[in-house]
C-alpha cells in the first residue's frame, strides 16, 4: 500500500508539472504569436522586428532645397517582380547537405579562382554539387570571385537582372538623356537579400522624381554592382570588367567592413572565453528544445541577457595595435605615407586603379565614408540586439569597441583625404547617419529603414552635384559605343572539378 500511494504521489506529481508546463508553453505562445497547435515552431527570428521608424528627413544636412519633396523619403521605387527560384537551384542545395553556405552554391564563379583553388585541401569547391558554373574574366586575374546568375529570384529573395546586378533591368546601352549611376561596394552595398529594396534603388527612384519635379529633361538609371564578401580588388576589377562597358557617368564605392580591423588577426590575443555556468546550461537545454518550444526560445533570451554583460562592452584584453603608423594625423592623414596599414594601401592603389579606368572613359568617381555602429560606451538591448553584439563581440574579437572605432574612423579619413586630392565627389554618409541600432542589423548591415535612411543620405549630397553637372553640360552624356549585349558578362559555362583523391573517398554528385 505504501509503495502504491509513493506511486500514485509520484505520478500526481508528474501529472501537475507536465500540466504546468503545458499551461507555460500556451502562455509563452500566445504572448509571443507564435503557433498555438504546431509541433514544429517556425525558424526562429533572431531579435525582435522593430516596428517601421519615423524617419526624419532633415537627415542629411542643411535645409532641403524647395525643388525636394520630403514625403519621398517614405516613397518606394516600384517592386521588382519575384519569380520563383529555379529548380535546379533548389536541387544543388539539397545536395549540397548544409555543407556549405547556400548563398554560395548559385554563384557563377571566376574559373581562374577556382582552378587555383578547387584542389587544395579542404577547398570548399570539392564540397560543391558539380558541375560548377564559371566564368573566364577578360583581366588574368581571380576578381571578382564571383558574379550572379542573370535574371533570375535567388534564395533568400535576391532579384538580379540580365546582368546578374541587383535591381530592375535595363539595357546595356545607356538610353538617350540619361544619367547612369553605378553603386560599387560589397553586401552592404548589394543589401541584404531579405530587403525589399537596396540603398541603390531607393536613390535612383528618387533622383528620377526630383528629375520631374525640377522639370530636367533627364532620366536617371542605376546599376548595382556589389556583391558580398569582396574587397576592394575584387571591386576594382568590377569597375573595370563589368562597369566601362555600360558607360556608366558616376561611380559611388561604398565599403569598409571586408578590409577592416575586424577582419584583421590580433597575434598574441587570447582567445573568446567560452560562456559558462548559467548560461551555457541554459544554451544546451534550449539548443535541444528550441525547435518545439516558445519556452525555450525564452530561455535563450535569458542566457543572452546573461552573457551580454547588461549590454555593455565585455571585459577584453588590452592590445598594442604595432600595425598602426606613429606619428599619423588621424583626422587628416597623409595618404602619401609609405607605412599605412597594409590594407588601407590597398584600397587606396585599388582606387587609384578605379578612378584612372573611369577617367580615361569620360567617367567618375565618389566616395562615401562608411557606416559602423561602435563607438566607446555603446550599450545595446542584450536580446533585441543580440546580433549587433555578437558582431561586435564575437566576430569582432578581441578588438574593443575604442580599437574599432579608431580604424573606422581612420579608413574614412583616408578615403576622404583621397577624394580631396584628385577632386572627386566625397559623401560623408557616416557623419551624417544616427547612430541608432534600431536602424542596423548587425554592426555594419543595415534593415529596412536604416536601408531607406542611408539612400536618402546619399541622394541629398547627389542633388548639388547632379545639378552641377547638369549646369556645365558635363551631363548627359550620350552612348559612345553602341552594343547589344555585354561584352564580357553571360549565363557562364559548366566546370567539373577533377582532383586526385585518396582511396576510398567520394565526390559530390551532380546536382542537375
Not at 94 to 121: K, T
Not at 283 to 310: C, F, K, M
Not at 340 to 352: C, S, V
Not at 363 to 380: H, M, P
Request: net charge neutral; with cysteine.
Amino acid at each position: 500500500m505504501r509503495l502504491r500511494r509513493l506511486l500514485g504521489s509520484l505520478l500526481l506529481s508528474l501529472l501537475a508539472i507536465c500540466t504546468t508546463v503545458v499551461l507555460c508553453e500556451v502562455v509563452a505562445r500566445v504572448w509571443d504569436g507564435a503557433p498555438l497547435l504546431a509541433l514544429r515552431l517556425p525558424p526562429r527570428v533572431i531579435g525582435p522586428v522593430p516596428p517601421p521608424k519615423h524617419l526624419n528627413p532633415a537627415v542629411g544636412g542643411g535645409e532641403l532645397p524647395p525643388d525636394v519633396d520630403p514625403e519621398w523619403l517614405e516613397v518606394s521605387p516600384p517592386p521588382l517582380a519575384r519569380g520563383k527560384v529555379d529548380p535546379v537551384l533548389l536541387r544543388r542545395i539539397s545536395a549540397a547537405g548544409g555543407d556549405i553556405a547556400p548563398f554560395e552554391l548559385f554563384r557563377i564563379w571566376n574559373r581562374r579562382l577556382v582552378e587555383a583553388l578547387a584542389c587544395q585541401p579542404g577547398s570548399r569547391f570539392q564540397k560543391m554539387p558539380q558541375p560548377l558554373r564559371v566564368f573566364d574574366p577578360p583581366e588574368p586575374s581571380p576578381e571578382p570571385p564571383f558574379r550572379y546568375p542573370p535574371s533570375q529570384t535567388l534564395p533568400g529573395g535576391l532579384v538580379t537582372n540580365r546582368f546578374g546586378w541587383r535591381g530592375p533591368d535595363l539595357p546595356i546601352d545607356k538610353p538617350s538623356r540619361t544619367i547612369r549611376l553605378a553603386f560599387v561596394g560589397a553586401s552592404t552595398t548589394v543589401g541584404l537579400y531579405q530587403l525589399p529594396f537596396s540603398y541603390p534603388e531607393y536613390v535612383v527612384h528618387w533622383l528620377n522624381l526630383w528629375a520631374q519635379r525640377a522639370h530636367l529633361d533627364v532620366h536617371f538609371d542605376g546599376i548595382n554592382a556589389g556583391r558580398e564578401g569582396i574587397g576592394s580588388h575584387a571591386i576594382a576589377a568590377v569597375i573595370r570588367q563589368e562597369l566601362l562597358p555600360a558607360e556608366p557617368d558616376l561611380v559611388i564605392y561604398y565599403e569598409g567592413a571586408n578590409q577592416s580591423l575586424c577582419v584583421q588577426r590580433a597575434i598574441g590575443a587570447p582567445p573568446r572565453p567560452e560562456p559558462s555556468g548559467a548560461p551555457a546550461v541554459i544554451d544546451r537545454i534550449a539548443g535541444a528544445t528550441r525547435a518545439y518550444s516558445q519556452i525555450a526560445r525564452r530561455l535563450e533570451g535569458l542566457a543572452q541577457r546573461l552573457r551580454a554583460h547588461g549590454g555593455y562592452e565585455p571585459p577584453k584584453p588590452a592590445l598594442d595595435l604595432d600595425w598602426w603608423p606613429s606619428g599619423i594625423d588621424e583626422a587628416h592623414p597623409d595618404i602619401r605615407r609609405n607605412d599605412l596599414p597594409r590594407p588601407e594601401a590597398q584600397i587606396l592603389r585599388d582606387l587609384e586603379s578605379a578612378r584612372t579606368s573611369l577617367e580615361a572613359e569620360g567617367a567618375e568617381l565618389a566616395l562615401s565614408s562608411f557606416i559602423w555602429l561602435v563607438f566607446e560606451g555603446l550599450r545595446l538591448d542584450p536580446v533585441r540586439d543580440v546580433v549587433i553584439y555578437n558582431h561586435l563581440n564575437g566576430g569582432c574579437w578581441p578588438y574593443r569597441y575604442a580599437d574599432l572605432r579608431r580604424a573606422v574612423d581612420l579608413h574614412n579619413h583616408i578615403l576622404e583625404q583621397y577624394a580631396a586630392a584628385h577632386r572627386l565627389p566625397f559623401i560623408d554618409a557616416a557623419a551624417a547617419f544616427p547612430p541608432d541600432p534600431e536602424l542596423f542589423y548587425d554592426a555594419v548591415h543595415l534593415n529596412t529603414d536604416g536601408t531607406r535612411l542611408q539612400a536618402w543620405i546619399v541622394f541629398r549630397a547627389l542633388v548639388p552635384i547632379v545639378r552641377s553637372h547638369l549646369e556645365s553640360g558635363v551631363w548627359p552624356r550620350p552612348d559612345r559605343v553602341p552594343q547589344t549585349e555585354h561584352p564580357v558578362i553571360g549565363p557562364g559555362q559548366p566546370f567539373t572539378v577533377s582532383c586526385p583523391r585518396p582511396a576510398g573517398s567520394t565526390s559530390r554528385p551532380p546536382a542537375g
